[in-house]
């Protein structure tokens, strides 16, 4: 039997990159795409000897072409770390409103069904805890994080807007901190930053009086949701992410245990607009998708450190800050 052909874009990123290896587990033809503005080739390497696998290095905001048919998309691409997207807004903003247009395009043309990798970032500075996806958030459209909240928030319309009027198969996913093995130790994200520091034997940097809170999902944990919801028939948006949710400063307590470090947690100013506490409601994704977290946080925790603990000592080199 033929391989079903899936393009995954935003390949060599953190979650592209094990999308790619989950895909290519199930046997799929894997066609990777990304332009590495955050990614790393070294991510999806090992797949690059298979026949069922091809790379193209490409920016999806412009005119996004692919060869022969295809079954599924899924539109990873998009800068997600604050740091990241603080760093290169316009990009941002084009690649959640052109980028999605060329997909949704490029799905049309092909008959496939597309799948867009949202953020619990549609919810803003959330109201209501937890955030069930009937919440419609609280975002500043023109506030730093705005470039990304909104364009986020633009490409859920637009993909509803191509299923609703092209009968186009859509899938949302709303997804919540994510965290594992080949993220970037210098992308500014809360984990890196603190296994990083507390690596280089620097303190871990706390923002704000560190209150806030967050629900850190691993990522085989999410990988295994999107595979479901892609495979359903739930066109609406599912929050996917685990609901254990922790804050910052007794996250940095728990990093410290975990690296035996001795440095002690520095308080530094809390960055405009950062959400004061975040959890998903995972009731859908429970009954539609049979889907719940397996991994506990400290098992999760466990993994990713080992993971950052065996790169070589140049990937500790902080670049960025
Ligand atoms: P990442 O930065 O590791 O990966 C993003 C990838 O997209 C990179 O490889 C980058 O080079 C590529 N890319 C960016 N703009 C592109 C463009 N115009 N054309 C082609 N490639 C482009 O980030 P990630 O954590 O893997 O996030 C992947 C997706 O999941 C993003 O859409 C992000 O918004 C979403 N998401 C992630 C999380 C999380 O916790 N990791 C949470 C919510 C949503
Ligand atoms: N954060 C922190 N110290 C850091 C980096 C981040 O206290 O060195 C906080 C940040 O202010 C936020 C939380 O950790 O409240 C999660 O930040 P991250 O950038 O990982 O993701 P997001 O804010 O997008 O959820």
Redesign the pocket.
């Known amino acids: 039997m033929e391989r079903k052909r899936i393009l995954i874009?935003?390949?060599?990123?953190?979650?592209?990159s094990h999308l790619c290896d989950r895909f290519i587990k199930e046997d799929f033809h894997v066609i990777a795409?990304?332009?590495?503005?955050?990614?790393?080739l070294q991510n999806i390497e090992h797949l690059f000897k298979l026949e069922n696998f091809e790379f193209y290095h490409?920016?999806?905001?412009k005119f996004v072409y692919v060869p022969g048919n295809l079954d599924y998309i899924l539109?990873?691409?998009?800068?997600?770390?604050p740091i990241?997207y603080l760093k290169i807004p316009i990009?941002t903003l084009?690649?959640g409103s052109l980028?999605i247009h060329n997909l949704l395009g490029l799905a049309r043309s092909k008959n496939a069904r597309l799948l867009i990798?949202?953020?619990?970032?549609v919810y803003g500075d959330p109201t209501v805890n937890p955030q069930p996806e009937e919440y419609w958030g609280n975002v500043n459209p023109v506030g730093p994080r705005g470039v990304?909240d909104e364009a986020?928030r633009f490409q859920e319309a637009m993909t509803m807007a191509y299923h609703t009027f092209h009968g186009l198969e859509t899938r949302i996913v709303r997804?919540?901190?994510?965290?594992g093995p080949?993220?970037?130790l210098n992308?500014g994200?809360v984990l890196p930053a603190f296994i990083g520091q507390a690596l280089r034997g620097e303190d871990l940097t706390v923002f704000g009086d560190g209150s806030q809170t967050r629900s850190f999902c691993y990522v085989d944990d999410l990988i295994e949701g999107i595979y479901r919801l892609l495979f359903s028939d739930y066109a609406q948006p599912v929050n996917i992410g685990n609901p254990d949710e922790i804050t910052m400063l007794d996250f940095a307590e728990e990093i410290i245990k975990l690296t035996g470090t001795t440095q002690k947690i520095i308080c530094k100013e809390l960055p405009t607009d950062d959400p004061k506490q975040r959890r998903p409601d995972i009731t859908k994704a429970r009954e539609l998708l049979n889907w719940q977290p397996k991994v506990d946080r400290a098992e999760g925790l466990k993994i990713t450190y080992d993971y950052f603990k065996s790169l070589p000592k140049e990937a500790l080199v902080n670049k960025e800050h």
């Open positions: 874009t935003g390949a060599a990123g953190f979650l592209g795409m990304d332009n590495l503005i955050t990614g790393d490409h920016d999806v905001s539109h990873f691409a998009s800068p997600a770390s990241d990009q084009k690649v980028g990798a949202s953020t619990s970032e990304y986020k997804i919540f901190n994510t965290y080949r993220m970037r992308d994200r």
